[in-house]
């Protein structure tokens, strides 16, 4: 049974479509901002266990009456919000791996909120992606669904939220009251866990069956169709004045049908061609452009990505830093987890060259368990290898060991030999650097091995000098 109780303010709540949740709150805000000045802001700015004796939830009993009476409703500060989540993680009881995720989306909004002019879309994706992981907490621990936290954060967007962070806003009288009668913990675990259960039959009475959306944008109109398919077979074909030509066309049969998606998408293209023949200014531009224009939050996110990645190149940190975090956010709108996982990697390799490794192990975790969340062996792979290169970074030579052995478990899973092989290599320098040739050698062995049973041969010459090396 799961041991706390349910979230705060959730009983007179019904289930909402997120995404009309989230942008009716970011307008009752009273933003005159439009569409595009939201995005040209986030371009600029990026982007221990309590038990629970007594649950007060004065003052938001009555929200529900608030939302039907406009003029009476509180402003919330965002500080609460983080405030009551954290409680709310203590109160259903929630283990330390999972109030450790919690709180990296936490932290990610805290630094979010900090800023000069905090980017709610932003916030409330990771208010969303941190209600979804304590909803699966409790799904496991009761073993029925349950969307209480999400529903929550739903009801809360159809506030007046304040997203500039105040901890002298924060309202006692509409704080978690947690006291600590054994007892009484008891009884009211035992009550909250029926409750719970109570919620998801009523949810799940009440739920809408809506088809997601597709990810990837394909044109009714022949012609457009026709035009876009001839400018990528040109890119894949390196044949880059071909393939710009064709954008170019594509684009003015766009404008002139008015298919504001395609024309995100050929200027999503078109800064990609740019991007890879170093024309970085060019490229900036057009991925700014294809973000300004698109609704589909996953090409929004690539886009911050690839934008963030030539600021990182540049040596520009704090930009790319700020479009990585941009991108965590629609790619959680989007559902795109291995993208969310390389963004925080970024982030954590990033903190790892300024050691600050409290922030770069933050990122990590975090990507660690997103990546986990993909069931894809690939991309555990992926997230534990770049955990290592962190981790060897900052000279913590036991944590590298320990990622690279869980990356090494996860590409032999998935059947990636490549990425065995050069794991076996990387461990036997770590093996090298300490001094223990014996380990090295049988590392270099295994790879050599690898290498030659998955038909790898060009890996062959190198391993064979590094045993050469050893045995001298």
Not at 81 to 108: H, M
Request: no cysteine.
């Amino acid at each position: 049974m799961y041991n706390g109780v349910y979230p705060a303010y959730i009983r007179p709540y019904t289930q909402v479509k997120p995404k009309m949740v989230q942008r009716k709150g970011e307008g009752e805000q009273g933003s005159s901002a439009s569409r595009e000045e939201m995005r040209e802001r986030n371009s600029q700015n990026g982007g221990g266990t309590v038990r629970a004796n007594n649950y007060q939830l004065a003052g938001y009993r009555n929200l529900q009456a608030q939302k039907q009476n406009k003029e009476n409703v509180q402003t919330i500060n965002v500080s609460q919000i983080i405030t009551d989540f954290r409680g709310t993680a203590s109160a259903v009881g929630a283990p330390k791996d999972v109030t450790d995720e919690v709180n990296a989306y936490l932290a990610l909004i805290q630094t979010q909120a900090e800023k000069d002019s905090p980017n709610a879309k932003i916030i409330n994706s990771n208010l969303k992606n941190a209600s979804q992981v304590l909803d699966a907490y409790i799904t496991k621990t009761l073993k029925t669904q349950s969307n209480v936290v999400e529903n929550w954060v739903d009801a809360l967007f159809l506030q007046k939220i304040d997203y500039k962070a105040d901890p002298n806003a924060i309202n006692e009288n509409l704080k978690l009251n947690l006291g600590g009668n054994d007892e009484k913990q008891a009884q009211q675990a035992q009550q909250a866990a029926q409750q719970a259960q109570q919620i998801v039959q009523s949810e799940e009475a009440q739920k809408v069956v809506t088809k997601p959306e597709t990810r990837n944008y394909v044109p009714s109109d022949e012609k457009m169709k026709e035009l876009f398919i001839r400018a990528k077979k040109a890119a894949a074909n390196e044949e880059p004045k071909v393939a710009l030509i064709s954008l170019k066309k594509a684009l003015n049969y766009a404008i002139e049908t008015q298919d504001t998606k395609m024309q995100s998408m050929v200027y999503y293209e078109t800064a990609d061609l740019y991007n890879k023949r170093g024309m970085f200014p060019q490229a900036l531009k057009g991925y700014k452009v294809a973000a300004d224009l698109a609704s589909d939050e996953n090409l929004i996110a690539k886009s911050y990505m690839k934008t963030g990645k030539i600021y990182d190149e540049a040596g520009l940190l704090e930009p790319a830093k700020q479009h990585w975090l941009s991108a965590i956010g629609f790619a959680g709108e989007s559902e795109n987890l291995p993208l969310q996982v390389k963004a925080l990697d970024n982030l954590a390799e990033v903190q790892s060259e300024v050691f600050d490794s409290k922030k770069a192990y933050m990122f990590t975790n975090l990507a660690n368990s997103i990546a986990e969340e993909t069931k894809d062996d690939k991309v555990k792979g992926y997230a534990y290898k770049r955990a290592f290169n962190v981790s060897d970074y900052l000279d913590d030579k036991s944590k590298a060991m320990q990622y690279l052995k869980l990356s090494t478990k996860a590409y032999t899973n998935a059947q990636d030999d490549k990425n065995v092989i050069n794991n076996y290599m990387a461990a036997a320098d770590i093996m090298l650097n300490v001094g223990n040739q014996t380990k090295a050698r049988a590392l270099l062995n295994k790879a050599f091995m690898t290498a030659l049973d998955s038909d790898n041969k060009e890996f062959l010459p190198e391993i064979s000098s590094k045993i050469a090396k050893l045995a001298a």
